[in-house]
């Protein structure tokens, strides 16, 4: 079935799916006063995710949930991130398209764009690959791409990014994609095997939400600020925060779709967006498993490491992923009152799953596996594996751990369709679908 563009039209006003979301957003929303960078007392060690800014120690489940997690989100929004823009009154939800004959008849092509607030408000365009024969609801892989949607496949159906796109990328002349970008990344997307698993995919392009532009802010944050330059800052604007808002957004229209199992919903992306991935994972409790793939400084690497990418390189290279707070520890990252291991922790008890590549010694796999080491007694306190027991890197090409999942593979900093083969086999052991 075909419904003709822009006339199957809903408007939707989301409600808070989980009472423990609902909570933590009322905490996150009375700012927290922390000191000055200059003042933090530096610290050689991952900071402890279990021990309060105080001081303290975390004692008990409760006050692990109701305390301490929503101190280091406090924590991460202020001196890193930024905060994760706040959830529109309204989102206007329209199907444009619904193609049951996708991929030769094995999946439906659903393409929705979610307006996401009044007037000039950041639309995503969200393309939907969900399998045809399956029992229930799928379960979906929300993966964040770096080009528009276009880009997975060649399908003519699926629309062309609306607004910049880098130049880099085949087909994308003068930032601008154009018909020759449909399929360049195809073969990195392995559609017919995610199907063949029962798996469905949901892509959304990143540049919807926030152009990756350093010297340029025109998305989200140029709306809330009603285009007044004096509210919003180019360079330290926090676009991974932005990207995560839109995961929030494609999830609150993601649990609501009957296609979709919302007990079953992981968060994917690769690098940058691997960061954005566990960012959105961490602060919204309807992910259910995180995909952070190859994703580095900021991310899944130790911003405490002499390997790979450091916190200034970062910083002065892409000073618009981070807020102005995170540009002030470039010389001296052990002041940081945390490291990435406990923002892996504020996915607990929910599964993590780091990947890696040999040769992308900039993203640090060894210091990524340390960091899986460091939040692994955060699973442990709340009574669930993390690691397994698993104290040592696996040899190439070995899937380990249990809640908390490490894989390292040969060649370079890329996101290939065996990589898909690791992210299937995950969610195949935390969910237990079969093929």
């Known amino acids: 079935m075909k419904f003709p563009m822009n006339t199957h039209y809903l408007v939707l006003i989301f409600a808070a799916a989980f009472t423990s979301l609902a909570a933590d957003r009322a905490a996150a929303s009375e700012p927290m006063s922390f000191p000055d960078p200059s003042e933090l007392k530096p610290q050689a060690a991952m900071p402890d995710p279990l021990v309060m800014f105080d001081g303290q120690r975390v004692t008990s489940r409760e006050q692990w949930f109701k305390e301490r997690r929503p101190e280091l989100k406090a924590l991460f929004a202020h001196y890193m991130y930024g905060r994760i823009p706040p959830k529109p009154a309204h989102t206007q939800v329209s199907i444009e398209g619904e193609y049951h004959d996708f991929l030769k008849g094995k999946a439906t092509?659903?393409?929705?764009?979610?307006?996401?607030?009044?007037?000039?408000?950041?639309?995503?365009?969200?393309?939907?690959?969900?399998?045809?024969?399956?029992?229930?609801?799928?379960?979906?892989?929300?993966?964040?791409?770096?080009?528009?949607?276009?880009?997975?496949?060649?399908?003519?159906?699926?629309?062309?990014?609306?607004?910049?796109?880098?130049?880099?990328?085949?087909?994308?002349?003068?930032?601008?994609?154009?018909?020759?970008?449909?399929?360049?990344?195809?073969?990195?997307?392995?559609?017919?095997?995610?199907?063949?698993?029962?798996?469905?995919?949901?892509?959304?392009?990143?540049?919807?939400?926030?152009?990756?532009?350093?010297?340029?802010?025109?998305?989200?944050?140029?709306?809330?600020?009603?285009?007044d330059p004096a509210r919003n800052k180019p360079h330290d604007r926090g676009t991974i925060a932005a990207w995560a808002w839109g995961f929030e957004r494609c999830v609150d229209y993601l649990v609501t779709d009957h296609d979709i199992d919302p007990h079953r919903l992981a968060a994917l992306g690769h690098s940058r967006n691997g960061k954005t991935a566990l960012l959105a994972a961490a602060y919204d409790e309807r992910i259910a498993i995180a995909f952070p793939h190859q994703a580095g400084c900021g991310g899944s690497a130790p911003s405490r490491s002499h390997v790979g990418e450091s916190v200034k390189s970062i910083n002065d290279h892409f000073p618009h992923w981070f807020d102005a707070e995170f540009k002030k520890f470039n010389d001296d990252p052990q002041r940081l009152p945390f490291d990435q291991n406990c923002l892996v922790a504020l996915c607990a008890p929910r599964p993590v799953l780091f990947s890696a590549a040999q040769g992308d010694q900039w993203a640090n796999p060894a210091g990524q596996f340390d960091v899986l080491k460091a939040a692994d007694p955060v699973y442990r306190f709340l009574g669930v594996k993390g690691l397994g027991g698993v104290s040592q890197m696996p040899p190439m090409g070995k899937l380990v751990g249990d809640r908390l999942g490490y894989y390292i593979r040969p060649g370079h900093h890329s996101m290939t369709a065996s990589d898909w083969g690791i992210f299937l086999d995950f969610a195949d052991r935390q969910w237990k679908t079969k093929e």
């Open 109 to 227: 092509l659903k393409l929705v764009t979610l307006k996401c607030g009044v007037g000039d408000a950041p639309r995503i365009d969200l393309m939907m690959v969900v399998p045809n024969e399956r029992k229930g609801p799928a379960p979906v892989f929300l993966a964040l791409d770096f080009c528009g949607n276009q880009a997975i496949t060649d399908d003519p159906r699926v629309p062309l990014p609306r607004g910049w796109v880098p130049g880099s990328y085949p087909g994308c002349k003068h930032n601008i994609a154009t018909d020759a970008s449909r399929g360049c990344q195809a073969a990195d997307w392995p559609l017919d095997e995610i199907v063949r698993r029962g798996y469905a995919l949901a892509a959304f392009y990143n540049g919807d939400i926030d152009p990756d532009r350093a010297n340029v802010s025109e998305g989200v944050y140029a709306w809330l600020a009603h285009d």
